[in-house]
């Protein structure tokens, strides 16, 4: 499958940088510390805002001071981080005024992943604190969208979850879903399904570009 395109925007944790296993780890300790199943927070967490998945699994607790304390074991669990295959070579490759990271993490999260995966921060991103409504609201993509000056039709989005490809098929996105985080069957409201970047061609020409998905 061929895509033509003005822009990419890209999910950070399973499509820029594997985090998966610090993910499951962060948040089961932390539903066994608040006696609750870890099995749904777990599954719940990846690809939204941590504060989202306080409020929605711990309603009585503080969710602002909670989601400080689940940031702060996030950052310093830098065990297993590590880029997605393919994941270096593809960003080299693109103007740094086409893309944008649009990421469910923090800033300094988001940030901090960057950094043990080997990668940059990008030019632009739209983190957590930027947004008023998370994924799988269209709202992070229309941002992500607006800051690079491009109209979400001649965008293409780059995810691994549900929440995630919901998000930019609600804001009129194209989205390619990589199977990191979950599996096919999961994704099947994306565009198209990829194992990771290694099966991704890009060209840029007279400012489109065209991704050819094998």
């Known amino acids: 499958m ?8 890209f999910d950070l944790d399973g499509v820029l940088v594997d985090s998966t296993q610090s993910v499951a780890r962060i948040w089961k300790k932390w539903a066994l510390d608040h006696d609750l199943d870890p099995e749904p ?12 998945t306080i409020r929605q699994f ?17 950052i310093s669990d830098k065990d297993g981080i590590i880029a997605i295959p393919g994941a270096v070579a593809f960003l080299r490759g693109l103007p740094l005024d086409r893309f944008s990271i649009v990421t469910s993490a923090t800033r300094p999260l988001a940030k ?3 950094q ?33 000056n ?18 930019g098929k609600s804001a009129g996105m194209r989205v390619v879903a990589f199977t990191t985080t979950r599996p096919a069957e999961e994704l099947k409201a994306a565009d198209v399904i990829a194992p990771s970047f290694n099966g991704l061609k890009v060209e840029f020409v007279d400012g489109t570009f065209r991704l050819q998905v094998d």
């Open 41 to 52: 927070v777990v599954a719940h967490a990846h690809g939204r805002r941590s504060i989202e």
């Open 150 to 167: 491009v109209a979400p039709v001649d965008c293409v989005v780059f995810e691994d979850t549900p929440a995630g490809i919901q998000a």
């Open 116 to 148: 043990y995966a080997g990668l940059p921060w990008p030019q632009n991103a739209v983190t957590a604190e930027d947004v008023v409504n998370g994924k799988p609201h269209p709202d992070p993509y229309l941002k992500g969208a607006a800051l690079l």
């Open 112 to 114: 901090a992943r960057l």
């Open 2 to 9: 061929t895509f033509t395109c003005k822009a990419f925007l």
């Open 58 to 74: 711990a309603p009585g607790l503080d969710a602002e001071q909670e989601n400080r304390h689940v940031e702060h074991m996030e």
